[in-house]
């Protein structure tokens, strides 16, 4: 595997059920990110984590609970989901230093929550 | 972050060189121009970016005004599979890790005519 994976590609859930997105890089990233895309909406950033830390929540609900247990991978955890959060799910990862970086996505979650 | 401002849309022929417009005109003396692009339903991928000077790689020219104002990005010999929705973003590269993000904007969509 090469880049930065997601799974499941697709996902339908229910307003009660839990479910997890998953995100793996394989580029010897320091920092990673989830971000959420609502149709016709700009990408939204949600999360930050650079060397397992958060050091941005977006403003984030409750019911979105991400998790960073090593610098390759990250979890996003959601309970009680609401059709409004039907969205295209991002995860990205980026390697931070002084003269700029870039970010790499991975092929994203397709979400739809019924 | 600096504002940017793009067209919602442009076309252009199967083969001739894409010039898409970016005006920042905000922009502060330690930001820098990134473009990135996305092709639909896809995650986004990372394009160039710059400070002062003009770059170039393997997929597109960069090219930033004096003024640093407005930058445009040039596909050289564009192809079908170009056709994306491509964003200019402005961020301040930080020297700690702290405030990493991208902010996204509703970019410009580019579509390629046979």
């Known amino acids: 595997e090469t880049g930065v994976t997601q799974t499941p590609r697709h996902l339908v859930m229910g307003m009660t059920n839990k479910k997890s997105l998953k995100c793996e890089q394989h580029l010897g990233h320091n920092a990673m990110y989830w971000y959420k895309q609502s149709a016709k909406k700009p990408l939204e950033l949600m999360f930050v984590y650079n060397f397992k830390e958060q050091t941005e929540n977006n403003s984030v609900p409750s019911r979105f609970s991400p998790e960073c247990p090593n610098s390759s991978h990250l979890f996003l955890h959601l309970h009680t989901l609401q059709p409004e959060d039907s969205a295209l799910y991002l995860c990205?990862?980026?390697?931070?230093?002084?003269?700029?970086?870039?970010?790499?996505f991975g092929p994203g979650t397709r979400l739809t929550v019924t | 972050d600096a504002k940017t401002t793009q067209p919602p849309s442009m076309d252009c022929a199967e083969g001739r060189a894409a010039n898409l417009p970016c005006n920042h005109s905000t922009i502060s003396g330690n930001e820098y121009v990134y473009w990135y692009r996305q092709i639909h339903s896809q995650g986004p991928q990372y394009i160039i970016h710059?400070?002062?000077n003009n770059e170039t790689n393997e997929m597109a020219s960069l090219i930033i005004t004096e003024d640093r104002k407005s930058s445009t990005l040039i596909l050289p010999h564009a192809t079908l599979r170009d056709t994306a929705v491509y964003y200019c973003?402005?961020?301040?590269?930080?020297?700690?890790?702290?405030?990493?993000?991208?902010?996204f904007g509703t970019g410009t969509r580019l579509t390629i005519i046979p």
């Open positions: 710059g400070l002062k």
């Open positions: 973003i402005v961020r301040v590269v930080r020297s700690n890790f702290g405030n990493e993000k991208l902010t």
């Open positions: 990205a990862s980026s390697q931070v230093h002084l003269a700029g970086y870039e970010q790499y």
